[in-house]
């Protein structure tokens, strides 16, 4: 059975990357891609019926919880705090550009009002609020993209058959009811109700593929019907970026590329082995503590200023940051998260010019710091004090000047070097930047 799947896989990816070979991005689409280029940072929302337990979004699989008795949690689904609007402007106050929520997650409970399963937030629950479109409201008001997650992975689903490697301990029976052509259906379904409902998308961020990569890369298209879902995308907004979490190099039609809790080019958590860094805009993916969904005893949280850190990291390599926080039960965002947010919203509503806009620098990582770039202008962020800072830069420097307040900071210039006298730090910052202007 799995060998006629991988053949059938096969033969539909090979039809439809030959389809895929001419995509060619709607100016639509590459208006999108620059302006989510320049957004640099968003903020990642993993909520569903899993953070009723409080033991991240991974808890069915790990407790192997069954599938019917965890579906009854939506009985309790029932966020009485949860308040759209007040998650977008603290979001936007931390400085995100935009947000990525889970429409639905591995569980399979939808977050959105879905004819294609009543096992979702508006019918399957008390609450019966469709969370998405209150959120696409509260972001329309604020002036804030919304981005959708969408896992092709379900843990529920009789349909979802054959198996992959994860979802095997709850207890759905092996295969009697499995359907993957219905299961295909049933995903285009939804991806048309979420390109249809909630007005433009920035994108959509399809998660799990990996849950088949016992079967090589050139089937994967194939197994998950790839090029007819992005197909169905973009005739249904041209503009809605695609991304997909498989770890690998991007396929055609893809017009992101993802890292997961990895620095683009860097492989840290070992997710990205054999991803190159492609040319698409890039997006790297990390938990504020070490959890995505609510974890109820997940306290290390990593302090604001590594968060600042990371984020001007990443920008300094040309990625954007997408930093998770996973919401309690009653809807509220924890307040570990929120503190977070709002002093990285204070040290970017200060040093924003040299992060949203810019472009991976051109000095590589040094024990000093990064750099950052934007049409004449260099940034040098200094993640430690640093009297003094001889660099080899061939431009004519024009001024350099501290960009919190603009303090000049004195330079010699001779031979394609440049020296500069930092002055002495006031107050503490994660990160000093110092702009410095060519001719
Ligand atoms: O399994 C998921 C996980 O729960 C989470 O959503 C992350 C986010 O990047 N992606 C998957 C693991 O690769």
Redesign the pocket.
């Known amino acids: 059975m799995k060998r006629l799947i991988l053949l059938f896989a096969l033969l539909l990816g090979a039809a439809g990357a030959r389809a895929q070979e001419g995509y060619v991005p709607a100016p639509e689409n590459l208006a999108a891609r620059g302006q989510f280029a320049a957004d640099r940072f968003g903020v990642f929302i ?1 909520w569903g019926l899993y953070a009723q337990p409080g033991q991240g ?2 808890v069915m699989q790990q407790k192997n919880l069954d599938y019917r008795e965890y579906a009854r949690l939506a009985n309790s689904f029932y966020p009485s705090k949860f308040d759209a609007r007040a998650w977008v402007r603290a979001i936007k106050a931390g400085g995100a550009r935009y947000i990525t929520i ?1 429409s639905r ?2 569980d399979g409970f939808s977050l959105f009002r879905s004819a294609a399963t009543p096992y979702n937030a508006v019918d399957g629950t008390p609450f019966g609020r469709d969370i998405l479109a209150e959120l696409a409201q509260a972001c329309r008001e604020e002036g804030i993209r919304l981005h959708f ?1 969408y896992s092709h992975v379900d843990w529920g689903r009789t349909d979802y058959w054959p198996r992959g490697r994860t979802g095997h301990g709850t207890g759905r029976p092996d295969g009697k009811e499995g359907d993957w052509a219905h299961y295909q259906a049933f995903m285009k379904a939804q991806l048309t109700e979420l390109l249809t409902q909630y007005g433009p998308v920035g994108a959509i961020w399809f ?2 593929l ?1 849950d088949h990569d016992s079967q090589p890369r050139e089937a994967q298209p194939g197994i998950w019907g790839l090029y007819d879902q992005y197909a169905l995308i973009h005739r249904l907004q041209p503009g809605c970026l695609i991304g997909n ?1 498989h770890h690998l190099d991007p396929f055609p039609g893809e017009d992101i590329q993802i890292f ?1 809790k990895d620095v683009p080019g860097e492989n840290e958590a070992g ?1 990205s082995g054999t991803a190159g860094v492609s040319r698409l805009p890039l997006e790297t ?1 990390q938990t504020m503590n070490n959890s ?2 609510y974890n109820i005893t997940d306290r290390r949280y990593k302090s604001a200023d590594e968060l600042v850190r990371y984020l001007v990291r990443t920008a300094s390599k040309g990625a954007n940051l997408l930093l998770n926080i996973g919401p309690r039960p009653d809807g509220t965002l924890p307040e570990e998260a929120l503190a977070r947010l709002e002093e990285m919203g204070k040290w970017l509503a200060v040093n924003g010019e040299s992060i949203y806009g810019t472009q991976a620098g051109s000095i590589p990582e040094q024990p000093w710091g990064v750099t950052t770039q934007k049409e004449n202008k260099l940034y040098l962020h200094l993640f430690r004090p640093q009297p003094e800072l001889t660099l080899e830069l061939p431009g004519k420097v024009r001024s350099a000047v501290l960009l919190a307040d603009g303090t000049p900071v004195s330079f010699k210039q001779k031979k394609g070097t440049v020296t500069l006298t930092i002055p002495e730090p006031t107050a503490a910052t994660p990160d000093r930047v110092v702009t410095l202007e060519f001719r």
């Open positions: 993993h979004e991974w889970t997650h591995h997650y998660d799990g990996w979490n997961e997710f993916c995505w969904g």
